[in-house]
């Protein structure tokens, strides 16, 4: 079954900061996160695995809550780079495939 | 260089004549996969390779066959495409799917007339 992302856009003065979610109605084995410029392949950003982790690089971080089988994206200090479409991808289970949200649109403007 | 490659990039056909398009990987992953990607639809699973001769179907197998004789090709086959399979699509493959990285190809665009 598809997650849910929220919300389906954004637009960001550079500098500002986003938050992008993605939802499941069954539990969450892990989390992966992509970023997409358009025309082409999507970009891996990191995975979580269920255990409630948070991971991050650069400005760019990710929380997963198990409980509420939801992933966080937080995006701070936004840069014209971050612009593009960010899709999470979830697995039920260790063997199971993934299983794309329908994306987020992130536009930074100057 | 690690990557994932597909053929051919770009693809105009008409309705009903059988089409291939390859895709192949240097990384040596079990895992593959056949994604379409639509407008507002994100990125669905046409199907999936845990490993050389084991495939299954995804969430929008109809229309499309796979193959997997050798690990590292998973070729997507159209035995008669049809205008809705007018769509961007990418292969990926993976040491895990829920685990590890998806290292996507750059994708092919294919129109049916």
């Known amino acids: 079954q598809q997650p849910v992302q929220s919300p389906q856009a954004v637009i960001l003065r550079e500098g500002e900061d986003a938050v992008i979610n993605c939802s499941s109605s069954?539990?969450?084995?892990?989390v992966h996160w992509y970023r997409q410029k358009h025309g082409e392949a999507p970009v891996f950003l990191m995975i979580?695995?269920?255990?409630?982790e948070q991971k991050g690089h650069d400005k760019i971080s990710a929380s997963f809550n198990e409980k509420k089988q939801q992933s966080s994206l937080y995006l701070t200090a936004s840069q014209l780079s971050y612009s593009g479409t960010y899709f999470c991808?979830?697995?039920?289970?260790?063997?199971?495939?993934?299983?794309f949200g329908g994306g987020t649109r992130l536009m930074v403007k100057p | 260089e690690a990557q994932v490659t597909q053929n051919p990039r770009y693809l105009i056909t008409v309705t009903g004549k059988k089409l291939t398009v390859t895709c192949s990987q240097n990384?040596?992953?079990?895992?593959m996969s056949w994604y379409r990607q639509d407008p507002g639809l994100g990125l669905r699973q046409i199907y999936y390779?845990?490993?050389?001769?084991?495939?299954d179907k995804g969430d929008v197998p109809e229309g499309y066959k796979v193959s997997r004789k050798e690990k590292r090709n998973f070729p997507l086959i159209l035995e008669s495409p049809s205008p809705n399979q007018t769509s961007l699509y990418f292969c990926?493959?993976?040491?895990?799917?829920?685990?590890?990285?998806?290292?996507f190809g750059p994708g092919t665009r294919l129109t049916v007339l």
């Open positions: 990926a493959s993976s040491s895990r799917f829920s685990t590890d990285t998806q290292y």
């Open positions: 390779s845990m490993n050389v001769e084991v495939t």
């Open positions: 979580l695995l269920k255990g409630g």
């Open positions: 991808g979830t697995t039920y289970n260790a063997g199971n495939m993934l299983t």
């Open positions: 069954k539990a969450l084995y892990s």
């Open positions: 990384m040596n992953h079990e895992y």
